[in-house]
């Protein structure tokens, strides 16, 4: 048990407080709820960040796709007028 200068329950003032074996002070109920509070906003912005990414990968991956497709049409569409032409694009 030490000194702590400090606020506890609103009250500005020097107060007796415990301390862990490493000189530590050992939170209040209210500053753990404080600290547990901190800490669930950080998971909601890592999982916020998460989910972005998520979105950003899958943006990508669709626009990769609807590229690839695009040029499968394309392709299609090339082999397609050879074959006008009487030209066999497998033999090219």
């Known amino acids: ?4 200068q400090g606020s506890y329950q609103e009250t ?3 107060w007796l407080r415990w301390y862990d074996a490493d000189g530590n002070w ?3 109920a209210n500053e753990r709820a404080q600290l ?4 669930a906003d950080s998971e909601r912005e890592r999982a916020d960040s998460e989910r972005e990414r998520a979105d950003s990968e899958r943006q990508r991956a669709d626009s990769e ?12 569409l090339l082999a397609a007028r050879l074959r006008e032409l009487n030209i066999d694009p497998d033999q090219l």
């Open 26 to 28: 050992i939170p209040t």
């Open 12 to 14: 500005q003032g020097l």
């Open 36 to 39: 547990e509070s901190l800490r």
């Open 1 to 4: 048990m030490g000194l702590w």
């Open 65 to 76: 796709r609807e590229r690839a497709d695009s040029e499968r049409e394309r392709a299609e």
